[in-house]
């Protein structure tokens, strides 16, 4: 028998629903199960406010959608010796604990996007960002996610960026709401432009350096 103590569902738990609904401004198309939102985000482990750039929902939905690839999200990893135990690694991210899972009937499968870097700040020491596509069944929207290799930057690694229905031109609709993401940090931080493209899924080199010039202007020859 799995060792999973939580109860098996076709696709979200009742707090998962309650997370999305919100985030999504909808009613959760749910039975009434008593948990309101503060003690959903309490369940998914979403306690402290990240920066104002983002809320909790946004790091808690993007928590639900990217479960199924979470180890292949971008890592910060480093080695440390303590004198008593040895060498150990430090971790960027934390991984959910598998009992600590759902029993899902149904599993998502997130698209990725393109990876970016936003610098090499140190040898050895970048600032990735993996974004990535999922549809969302029950709700009906594709929903856009940013993952960073730690929690550095923000609080948490991952934020749910926006979402758009299926009626919408896939690459039109990501294209906007990453655009509006990285519009966001260059007026609350004046984030510079990243520095190049790590690897591309549905959206290719040229279509995100486009993206990058309506944000920041065209880079110079």
């Not at 104002?52 to 928590?63: F, G, M, P, Q, S």
């Not at 040895?86 to 996007?113: A, E, F, M």
């Not at 294209?175 to 520095?195: K, P, T, V």
Request: proline share 7%; glycine share 6%.
């Amino acid at each position: 028998m799995p060792s999973n103590s939580l109860p098996a569902v076709t696709l979200f738990t009742p707090a998962e629903h309650e997370i999305l609904a919100t985030w999504l401004s909808l009613d959760p198309d749910t039975e009434p199960s008593g948990v309101d939102l503060e003690t959903s985000l309490a369940q998914l482990g979403i306690i402290a406010k990240p920066s104002n750039l983002y809320t909790r929902e946004d790091a808690a939905v993007a928590r639900i959608l990217l479960e199924s690839v979470e180890r292949r999200l971008p890592q910060w990893a480093a080695l440390y010796f303590l004198p008593a135990k040895g060498t150990k690694i430090r971790l960027g991210r934390n991984y959910r604990d598998p009992d600590g899972k759902p029993l899902r009937k149904v599993s998502l499968v997130p698209r990725h996007l393109f990876t970016i870097n936003w610098a090499d700040s140190a040898p050895g020491l970048s600032w990735p960002v993996q974004y990535n596509l999922i549809w969302v069944p029950h709700y009906e929207r594709f929903v856009v996610t940013s993952s960073a290799d730690s929690t550095d930057a923000f609080g948490y690694c991952d934020f749910a960026l926006g979402h758009f229905s299926g009626d919408e031109p896939i690459e039109v609709a990501v294209g906007r709401i990453i655009r509006a993401d990285w519009a966001g940090m260059n007026a609350a931080y004046e984030q510079e432009r990243w520095q190049y493209l790590l690897d591309n899924g549905l959206i290719n080199q040229a279509t995100a350096e486009s993206w990058a010039d309506e944000v920041w202007g065209e880079e110079l020859p």
